[in-house]
């Protein structure tokens, strides 16, 4: 925090600060103002005539206004008197930028260095949530943003946790950022904007737990902005901004997001991510730009080619941190980190919050302030989604989709997730006769997937089958249903995939086809499909109850197939030539003289993946 004069008292040579738009949740007499240069949100006493960038908490029963307060906030650790110093000489030099607080100290390093030395024995360890005190009594004593909270499920944890920012004019943006919004077409922020951009403008480390769809992008890129303004760093000098995401799509998805919202407000960017040749990412660089978006193993490998400075990054940002750590990318991040000034902000966006998350979350942000929308100790789905899961038989699942296709309106949005490349494109095929599809995975080269999206995203090709690779950020707008043709390989991914539809308040569908291979997530499903408020199949409740074993068979005379259709059926289709088949949907057995009945035949039948079917005889 800086103390200074009134906004009168600034020089000529700078814009005139404005009055930012009443706010009253604010104590008496403080006003917010907005830098005319910067754009940056400050408070202004104007009894006292003091400014400052920290939100002022109420005054406390008639005492006589504080003073000025210290230039950073206060520390937790030793040799703060040593840093005091360096943030002194270093301010000389930027008198116009408001100090921050120091992201890196000696007890933390070593306590991490602990931790890494003695893992099998802090695995316990508690959440980082759980080493802060409640919110600040500021914004916990207003009823009305308690009010906000409850009613849009918001849990914050930390220190002096500001109130939310419930319309984006509050939110002291600059006038260019609430043209584009405002062409964008958002009416208000969402909740974790709301509460996410007042921490994120107060220099703060943030932690974001909240579902896909959330708008969770802007939460972060428009404090960026924001903290770009306010440090006029060069931008040939390296990027003051770096997003980390784990896919290209993603990644080229929060680019467009940069481009749309920065361009008014001068702010360059680039995306660095592997498929694609480095020439135009390395031009992109050497031209200089504020805003570095990248996946962890391009930008590592550009950094050692060493055409990227990381010097000047000060803002940090881990997007789907929980899928990047998933697919691998926790060492690369650390390098990554280690390249980046310890002083620096950081923000942590999730979908979920599991022990690996949390290790790593401790490590590199400091005293972070935790905004959890809805629950954060289950993996909850969108209540907006309606979601139908079909226990079916391999064989059906083709007739089954081509159904549920024809069911809907013409030109509707369409994603298909399978399992395996070789499923998906031989799908695809299948389904561009009669529907018009196309296919998406990780063998698809940079040129052919943005020409998939391009056409999907316009309605040319409004079916799209994709591998799990785009489970996780893509956001493509209007996706009407969601169709897991094969279910993923964890409860997890399920719940990523069907958030595909759905998003920034919209409502979706998903149909999820459900085979005895994938009855050890029985129970994980219907935990899902209970805290969604969605109707759960009798079958598979049976399923789960028998511990994840599939569908329960007679061992001599089936009287159900192997993936819960009726016998009649199957034998219907499959009749022997003595006429081994009947009404009553079993075989008929032989008139022996043993105990007990035996069939004479048994139809197994096992499909695989991309293969036909096999028929194996019995007797």
Not at 199 to 223: M, N, R
Not at 339 to 360: F, N
Not at 432 to 440: D, K, V
Not at 488 to 504: L, N
Request: charged share 30%.
């Amino acid at each position: 925090m800086s103390a200074g004069t009134a906004p009168a008292g600034r020089s000529s040579g700078t814009a005139a600060p404005r009055y930012a738009p009443d706010d009253p949740s604010l104590p008496k007499p403080w006003r917010g103002l907005v830098d005319g240069t910067t754009g940056y949100l400050y408070y202004w006493n104007p009894e006292t005539n003091i400014t400052q960038y920290e939100r002022p908490l109420p005054p406390e029963d008639q005492l006589p206004p504080p003073p000025p307060l210290p230039p950073p906030p206060p520390r937790s650790s030793r040799g703060d008197r040593d840093r005091d110093r360096r943030d002194r000489s270093r301010s000389r030099s930027r008198s116009r930028t408001p100090p921050r607080r120091d992201h890196r100290d000696r007890t933390r390093d070593r306590d991490r260095d602990r931790d890494r030395r003695h893992d099998d024995h802090n695995s316990s360890r508690s959440a980082l949530s759980h080493h802060h005190p409640p919110p600040a009594a500021a914004a916990a004593d207003d009823p009305s943003t308690e009010a906000y909270r409850r009613r849009h499920e918001i849990t914050v944890v930390g220190d002096n946790v500001p109130a939310p920012i419930t319309s984006f004019e509050s939110g002291g943006f600059p006038p260019e950022i609430l043209k584009e919004i405002q062409r964008a077409g958002f009416s208000s922020p969402t909740p974790i904007q709301a509460q996410s951009w007042p921490i994120a403008l107060q220099s703060q480390d943030v932690v974001a737990i909240a579902k896909t769809g959330s708008g969770k992008t802007l939460g972060y890129l428009l404090p960026g902005f924001m903290h770009i303004k306010r440090l006029q760093n060069n931008p040939r000098s390296g990027p003051t901004v770096l997003v980390l995401a784990p896919t290209r799509e993603l990644a080229t998805q929060i680019l467009e997001e940069a481009v749309k919202f920065g361009r008014s407000s001068r702010i360059s960017s680039t995306c660095l991510y592997g498929g694609a040749p480095k020439g135009p990412q390395l031009r992109d660089l050497d031209r200089g730009v504020d805003v570095v978006v990248a996946t962890p193993g391009r930008l590592n490998d550009i950094l050692e080619m060493r055409r990227i400075s990381l010097k000047q990054v000060s803002y940090l940002v881990l997007d789907e941190a929980d899928r990047m750590l998933d697919m691998g990318f926790e060492p690369q991040i650390r390098k990554i980190v280690k390249d980046i000034p310890p002083r620096r902000q950081t923000l942590m966006y999730t979908a979920t919050w599991p022990k690996e998350v949390r290790r790593i979350a401790d490590d590199l942000l400091v005293h972070p302030v935790q905004v959890t929308i809805g629950s954060v100790d289950e993996l909850v789905a969108n209540s907006a989604i309606t979601q139908n899961v079909e226990l079916i038989t391999p064989l059906e699942k083709l007739r089954r989709l081509e159904q549920i296709l024809r069911s809907q309106d013409s030109g509707s949005k369409v994603l298909i997730f399978c399992t395996t490349k070789r499923m998906c494109d031989q799908l695809a095929r299948t389904l561009t006769r009669q529907f018009g599809a196309s296919a998406i995975h990780g063998d698809k080269s940079q040129s052919e997937r943005e020409k998939v999206l391009s056409h999907f995203r316009s309605g040319r090709s409004p079916i799209l089958v994709a591998t799990d690779v785009a489970a996780r950020g893509l956001d493509i707008k209007d996706i009407r249903v969601v169709i897991n043709y094969d279910f993923p390989t964890g409860i997890e991914d399920y719940v990523h995939r069907i958030g595909r539809t759905g998003r920034a308040g919209a409502t979706g569908v998903a149909y999820t086809f459900f085979c005895d291979q994938d009855s050890k997530y029985a129970a994980d499903l219907i935990k899902i499909l209970e805290g969604a408020n969605q109707r759960v199949p009798r079958d598979l409740v049976d399923m789960a109850s028998r511990g994840g074993r599939g569908r329960k068979r007679n061992r001599w005379a089936t009287t159900r197939s192997d993936r819960g259709g009726s016998r009649s059926e199957l034998d219907s289709r499959y009749s022997g030539r003595d006429g081994l088949s009947g009404s009553s949907g079993r075989l008929e057995s032989s008139r022996s003289s043993r105990r007990f009945e035996t069939s004479l035949t048994q139809l197994l039948i096992k499909t695989t993946e991309g293969s036909r079917p096999l028929y194996f005889i019995k007797a």
